[in-house]
């Protein structure tokens, strides 16, 4: 059960559950996705799988705010609500795919029931997930940490301004052979 959540992306409730400071990145040397914990007494992040070692900078992380990204490490990031889409997108699936069996039935109720139930349970979700900080450039998000307001919300000229730095460099990422 807690496995077929996280595969829905809906690991965000273990974030509920536990408020620690994290990071969840996508290791630069083989891509292997990295979630770890970290505090401003951290010096380094390692991988797991290929034991690649990212070195953090001291002015990354003060208290448990994060000032840049400790991966790349740029100063761009963003505020997000930190909703799985794949769980929204399934949701309203449900939804409409609900009421029009409800509606094939010529069951009133039922056809709106499911509607507004799904749309609830959407809103109620979305309104009890927290916040998680994203950098426009490796993609590393960060939950649990102070004050992430002060980065600011999404900004479409960031974030085209990081993807074509890296359409420019497609050979950015070497992969390991193993
Ligand atoms: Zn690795
Ligand atoms: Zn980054």
């Given at each position: 059960m807690?496995q077929?959540l996280q595969l829905?992306g ?12 994290n990071?969840?990145y996508?290791?630069p040397?083989c891509?292997t996705p990295?979630?770890?914990e970290?505090?401003?007494e ?9 034991d690649?070692?990212?070195a953090?900078a001291?002015?990354?992380?003060v208290?448990i705010q994060?000032g840049?990204?400790l ?6 990031l ?9 769980v929204g997108?399934?949701?309203v699936?449900?939804g409409?795919l ?8 010529t069951?009133?109720?039922w056809?709106?029931?499911?509607l ?8 109620l979700l979305?309104t009890?997930?927290g916040?998680?900080l994203?950098?426009?450039?490796c993609?590393?998000q960060y939950?649990g940490?102070?004050e992430?307001e002060s ?6 000229e960031?974030h085209e301004?990081?993807r074509q730095i ?5 050979a950015?990422?070497?992969?390991e052979t193993?």
């Amino acid at each position: 059960m807690a496995q077929g959540l996280q595969l829905l992306g809906f690991d965000s409730l273990s974030f509920m559950k536990s408020c620690s400071v994290n990071i969840t990145y996508a290791c630069p040397a083989c891509d292997t996705p990295i979630r770890t914990e970290f505090d401003s007494e951290t010096s380094e992040l390692a991988c797991k799988h290929c034991d690649k070692k990212i070195a953090i900078a001291n002015d990354a992380v003060v208290g448990i705010q994060v000032g840049k990204c400790l991966v790349c490490p740029s100063k761009d990031l963003f505020l997000r609500k930190d909703f799985p889409q794949r769980v929204g997108v399934a949701l309203v699936g449900i939804g409409i795919l609900g009421s029009s069996v409800a509606w094939y039935y010529t069951n009133l109720p039922w056809t709106f029931g499911i509607l507004f139930a799904t749309a609830l349970i959407d809103v109620l979700l979305y309104t009890l997930v927290g916040d998680a900080l994203m950098c426009y450039r490796c993609h590393s998000q960060y939950r649990g940490v102070a004050e992430m307001e002060s980065h600011g919300q999404f900004e479409l000229e960031i974030h085209e301004k990081y993807r074509q730095i890296e359409a420019r460099m497609p050979a950015a990422k070497p992969h390991e052979t193993t």
